[in-house]
């Protein structure tokens, strides 16, 4: 019998089946680039319940999930109304082409995966999430939260397209308070100063583990595989913050040993490549993957599925709970570095740190099939990378596997290309 | 005695072998790729070493390119296209030309090269997942046409009055032709139109940022004087056409071959 949402259970049993070894896939190649820390183990295990076990977060059950898009939706008010925030933009080629029936076809293949895992209904971590706070960022996002309202209670949630004026994040403030009573229902659980200095402090402590194992990561030669650190990263999106922190401690602690003992995955003559653009969310992590297998360092990533959503903590300047949020509605525009901004002049300003702290060799532009905003961006980074004398390269990639070979061959002459503008 | 360097393209259609002493080329051969690459590879470089009165060990360091460029077994190592292709034309390109991009047509896809003055790759695009503006397009409308590739070039240049061919898609382009067969246009008309389809559809690929020096064609496709024809047209700037044009990758194979082998 045909069900309201179009998909019946044949379907999803099929679903389940792909899904579920796509994942498996994936998450073996990326534990065999290297020997994997010890540590890391549990970022991984979190993967694979997710996506292969197919089991919920692992949370308080009284803890409500409320799924979240894109890196704008602050954290940090989602646990002071006590539930768990899970970010569910995401990779999967399967949820895509379930989706490819419900969005046009020149929308971006993330939309894609997050509207196909409405309608398949097939991942618990997905399906428990009570309510979606769906940002208005790009056109694809924007729409989408139009249309993922049918299948999920959804809240849009306006980002401003300009950030640098006072009067933008006014706008944006207004939002995050507009949020607050909608939280409070869907949870509860009211949200005070103390629950939300609480928030922020949890999720500071995240970002301050972070901090601390990006000294790790920028250390040459490298003490983990760049595919892993990213795995670790996507973890985020489903632990509870303070687990994945504490997991990151013992992390860290782990890179500081290797460190000690010179214990390295790359050698010296490996160059060091920064992904830029486009999100890369599990499984679609074929591009860091065949950075990797193809000899090159996958030493650092400019995106909203890894280091952005982490590097910049909350800064509370003024205590009142007014104060706090101020702080967070700047924060969560500012220095974001992603291009649905009008005037986006951070990220490369971004890009220049990052090239020299992570001492990078050549930088990869990827870019989703749709994604225009960052399209639209390449040329300015290409200009800004040529003039520091660093090949940059656009790769364009799409959720499926049929690209693969063509993305090799660039991959593997890009790398090529870096090893002999170093050595020329 | 000054030992050999053995370059191996195995391209899609056709694999291609290039001899090499000195970092001078002295014989190049080809075969069709057929099924068996790593069998025709071994087959190509026994040819090679009765073609020239050599042994297998008089061959310092073989070096491999191309789509099945991981499978060679005789190869001692292997490198991309790409790379090959920046390496050949150092060899290939005529004295004239100041490196600047390099446009290649291969049997299944086409790449344009941007290198510096030295020879070096700047950057590089190609086409993806799909025909149009690779020699596959060229054999296909030859085929309708009841001609070779080899013939298409010249028949082109006889036309007075080419005529447009407005699919991208190969699929698409070959029921265009097909239709324009029907209405009794001139073959060569027809064929002047697909080389300027095809130059556009590459033109497209080029960068708009990376400017200066010259431009040169390498691949099978340049051996076609109609494509080569329809570049200078539609970019209204001389089009080099390198030597031995069809064994430009594996004459870059041949020489990395050569450096690696300490020449």
């Known amino acids: ?424 | 005695m000054e030992k050999y360097y053995l370059g191996l393209d195995g391209g899609s259609t056709y694999l291609k072998a290039v001899l090499m002493k000195d970092k001078k080329v002295v014989g190049t051969v080809v075969y069709p790729t057929g099924i068996d690459n790593n069998g025709v590879a071994k087959k190509i470089v026994a040819a090679l070493c009765k073609k020239y009165g050599i042994s297998r060990a008089d061959i310092g360091y073989i070096m491999a390119t191309g789509y099945s460029r991981k499978i060679l077994e005789v190869a001692d190592d292997d490198i991309s296209e790409i790379t090959a292709h920046a390496y050949g034309v150092r060899v290939t390109a005529p004295k004239e030309y100041r490196p600047g991009m390099v446009i290649d047509i291969g049997g299944q896809d086409s790449k344009i090269i941007y290198l510096d003055a030295n020879y070096n790759v700047k950057n590089f695009t190609m086409n993806d997942k799909c025909a149009a503006g690779t020699g596959k397009f060229m054999e296909v409308i030859a085929q309708i046409l009841e001609t070779t590739i080899d013939q298409v070039g010249a028949l082109s240049l006889e036309s007075t009055a080419p005529c447009d061919i407005n699919s991208t898609c190969v699929v698409f382009a070959q029921s265009e032709v097909i239709s324009l067969v029907a209405r009794r246009v001139d073959r060569r008309d027809i064929l002047a139109g697909m080389h300027l389809s095809m130059a556009k559809r590459i033109i497209k690929m080029m960068k708009k940022s990376e400017k200066g020096g010259d431009i040169l064609m390498t691949g099978g496709g340049a051996l076609n004087t109609g494509i080569h024809r329809a570049f200078e047209e539609e970019m209204m700037k001389d089009v080099y056409v390198a030597k031995y044009p069809q064994f430009n990758g594996a004459v870059g194979a041949a020489l990395i071959a050569s450096e690696r082998g300490g020449v």
């Open chain 1, 1 to 424: 019998m045909a069900e309201p949402n179009g998909i019946n259970e044949r379907q999803r049993e099929l679903f389940i089946r792909k899904s579920t070894r796509v994942a498996a896939s994936y998450l073996k190649r990326a534990k065999a680039l290297s020997e994997m820390p010890d540590a890391a183990k549990p970022f991984f295990d979190v993967l694979e319940n997710i996506y292969i076990k197919l089991t919920d977060i692992e949370k308080p059950e009284d803890r409500k999930s409320i799924g979240t898009l894109c890196v704008m939706v602050p954290a940090e008010l989602v646990y002071a109304a006590g539930a768990m925030p899970v970010r569910l933009c995401s990779g999967s080629y399967t949820a895509y082409s379930i989706g490819d029936d419900y969005i046009p076809r020149d929308a971006c293949p993330l939309v894609k995966a997050v509207m196909g895992f409405g309608k398949v209904r097939a991942l618990p971590a997905f399906d428990n999430c009570s309510l979606l706070i769906a940002t208005v960022t790009c056109d694809c996002k924007k729409k989408l939260a139009g249309v993922i309202d049918t299948v999920k209670n959804t809240v849009p949630l306006h980002v401003p397209p300009l950030k640098k004026e006072d009067a933008d994040t006014e706008v944006f403030l207004k939002e995050l308070y507009r949020l607050i009573p909608i939280l409070e229902k869907e949870t509860g659980v009211q949200i005070t100063a103390r629950s939300l200095a609480e928030g922020i402090n949890m999720v500071g402590n995240a970002q301050y583990e972070m901090s601390e194992f990006l000294k790790y990561r920028r250390h040459a030669p490298a003490l983990m595989s760049g595919t892993q650190v990213l795995s670790v990263m996507n973890a985020y999106s489903y632990m509870p913050v303070s687990l994945w922190a504490e997991q990151m401690h013992r992390l860290n602690g782990e890179m500081k040993q290797r460190l000690e003992q010179e214990r390295f995955v790359s050698r010296k003559n490996q160059p060091r490549i920064l992904v830029t653009g486009s999100p890369i969310a599990f499984p679609n992590i074929k591009v860091p993957l065949l950075i990797e297998e193809m000899g090159g360092v996958f030493a650092a990533d400019e995106t909203c599925m890894g280091e952005r959503g982490l590097y910049d903590p909350v800064s509370v300047i003024d205590p009142s709970f007014d104060g706090m949020m101020r702080a967070l509605a700047s924060r969560y525009t500012k220095p974001c570095t992603c291009p649905v901004f009008v005037d986006n002049s951070q990220r490369i300003y971004r890009m220049k740190q990052m090239i020299k702290e992570h001492k990078i060799q050549g930088v990869i532009y990827h870019v989703l099939r749709g994604c225009l905003v960052y399209d639209y961006e390449y040329q300015l980074m290409e200009e800004a990378m040529g003039k520091l004398d660093i090949p940059i390269i656009r790769v364009e990639s799409d959720y499926n596997e049929e690209d693969v070979e063509q993305l090799r061959i660039r991959i593997e002459a890009f790398i090529e290309l870096i090893k002999m503008h170093t050595s020329a």
